[in-house]
């Protein structure tokens, strides 16, 4: 009879080790580090059905994600304007768009709620559910669904991955994984992002950190300089 307090004290003891684990890595499951690469198209709207869209011979486009749990580093590489870099910060709400003027580097804090034109944008954005084939893209299963837009007389198809949060590539508000092969529509055109390249594994903590002898400034210090340059 002395053991029996003992014994069930070992066994609530085995029980809450058991959920402190599951929970542990439930909250590991929901977390990615590596790197994402999508090539971006600009889309022939005319022909979208029977082509599905049209490269540019001229320009080659790239957005290169780079993610360590709750760090991300953006890097939108375009063969005619160069490179734009930035850094976000998900726990800590926290974006910085990384610059460079004149030899000069910048760090420019950038806003992290959306303000209402931002929503909305997203807002015209629609996702439905469709019964098509599922895909992989860089080895990575998608699951379909239908795209429409106000500016779009076409829905279009669009895959995710369930297997990754949709934070390390937030495009629709509605999507509920890592978008795989997604449409963005801006005052330029239509553009087609598809991923090519899918790597995971643990990027340097340096990727991440702001460069040395770069200028930190608010948004509005930022067009402040700007307007007296």
């Known amino acids: 009879m002395v053991l029996k307090p003992a014994f069930e004290k070992m066994k609530m003891l085995i029980a809450l080790q058991f959920l402190l684990i599951h929970s542990l890595f439930g909250q590991l499951s929901k977390s990615f580090s590596g790197e994402l690469i999508y090539s971006i198209k600009k889309i022939d709207v005319n ?12 320009t080659e486009e790239k957005l290169i994600i780079y993610a360590k749990d709750s760090l991300i580093k953006r890097v939108h590489f375009n063969s005619e304007n160069g490179i734009q870099e930035s850094i976000e ?19 420019v804090q950038l806003p992290t709620e959306k303000n209402k034109d931002q929503k909305k944008l997203d807002s015209t954005y629609q996702l439905s559910k469709k019964c098509f084939p599922k895909v992989r893209f860089a080895g990575l299963k998608g699951k379909p669904m239908l795209l429409s837009h ?21 495009v629709y508000d509605q999507l509920p994984g890592l978008p795989l092969k997604y449409y963005i529509i801006s005052e330029k055109g239509l553009y087609l992002y598809e991923l090519e390249s899918f ?7 340096s990727i991440f950190q702001i460069p ?12 402040d300089l700007l307007e007296k340059q």
């Open 47 to 58: 022909n979208i059905q029977s082509t599905f869209g049209n490269d540019n011979p001229h």
């Open 89 to 107: 910060h998900l726990s800590h709400e926290k974006k910085i768009l990384l610059l460079s003027i004149d030899s000069v580097n910048y760090a």
């Open 150 to 170: 106000p500016m779009l007389s076409n829905d279009l198809h669009i895959w995710f991955s369930k297997n990754i949060p949709p934070k390390y590539n937030a």
């Open 199 to 205: 790597n995971q594994y643990d990027p340097p903590l």
């Open 212 to 223: 040395m002898k770069t200028h930190i400034l608010s948004l509005e210090d930022f067009i």
